[in-house]
């Protein structure tokens, strides 16, 4: 498969979040993604139109144009998690609004990568969304099917049950994590990588009731006061990389 050029979009996931540079700008599975794709075939273009904090439908209206503007080879669409994890959401209906917006990039003529929700079983609090999540996921296997996308199984991903694949936030993935969704991204597309579900080095010990505690009080309870407010990380945030470019500088910031 030859590719060229590259666009991702989305929210938080895709944008990067927590993989930090030394500059303090974030990196992520689709930088990373990026400059496996150009190792394979140098000169490739890399856009990133992510910005955390967007629901499906944001995506949709603020991300679509620019993107599908670009004319890419392959398109990265991961959306609906920040819709799930809302009260009362509807996985079936957030589902019907994907497969919309996925056949209008497919109409476009751009491969199109769909993801699956990781398990979010182990995260107090965030369980709770744990069965919309599994049957979004199912939707997403059948959409991804039906549209002749390629499919990243993030759910069937081993290494993201262990928690060194997450930042201290338990919802964004670590700089790690973020390595393994690279490299399993890197397969679906016929690279050879590292192996995604490589063994954890070590061990480490599970979450005690203290560190919970400590996770709801600087991590949770802010993200409940936003949503209280209606406000978003990301109501003031613009995409990193909004048009197609050079892959060297995703490696640098």
């Keep these: 498969m030859v590719i060229n050029s590259f666009v991702a979009i989305g929210d938080s996931f895709t944008e990067g979040l927590n993989d930090f540079r030394s500059d303090g700008t974030v990196a992520g599975w689709a930088d990373r993604l990026a400059c496996y794709l150009d190792a394979d075939q140098p000169g490739l273009r890399y ?7 967007r629901l499906l439908d944001q995506i949709v209206e603020e991300q679509f144009a620019s993107a599908l503007a670009e004319h890419p080879d392959v398109l990265a669409f991961s959306a609906g998690g ?8 509807d996985p079936d209906a957030v589902a019907a609004r994907y497969e919309t917006a996925v056949a209008q990039l497919r109409a476009s003529g751009a491969q199109v990568l769909v993801f699956t929700g990781f398990d979010v079983g ?21 959409i991804a099917a ?18 060194r694949a997450f930042s201290d936030d338990r919802l964004h993935l670590s ?15 016929g690279l050879e990588t590292a192996a995604p579900d ?16 400590i996770w709801a009080r600087t991590h949770l309870v802010p993200w409940v006061r936003r949503r209280i407010r209606g406000e978003s ?3 003031a945030v613009v995409a990193k990389r909004p048009v197609l470019d050079a892959v060297h500088d995703a490696r640098t910031g």
Aim: hydrophobic share 40%; with cysteine; glycine share 8%.
């Design 198 to 213: 490589e063994p954890w080095p070590g061990t480490i010990e599970a979450a005690t009731r203290r560190d919970d505690l």
């Design 146 to 163: 039906r549209h002749d996308c390629l499919l990243v199984d993030l759910w069937s991903l081993d290494a993201l049950r262990d928690r």
């Design 47 to 53: 856009a990133n139109l992510a910005v955390r904090g």
């Design 233 to 235: 990380s990301g109501d």
């Design 122 to 142: 182990s995260t107090p609090v965030l369980r709770l969304a744990r069965g919309r999540i599994a049957i979004y996921n199912e939707h997403l296997r059948v």
């Design 82 to 89: 920040n819709d799930l994890l809302r009260v009362g959401s």
């Design 175 to 189: 700089p790690e994590g973020h390595e393994r969704v690279a490299r399993l991204a890197g397969r679906v597309l």
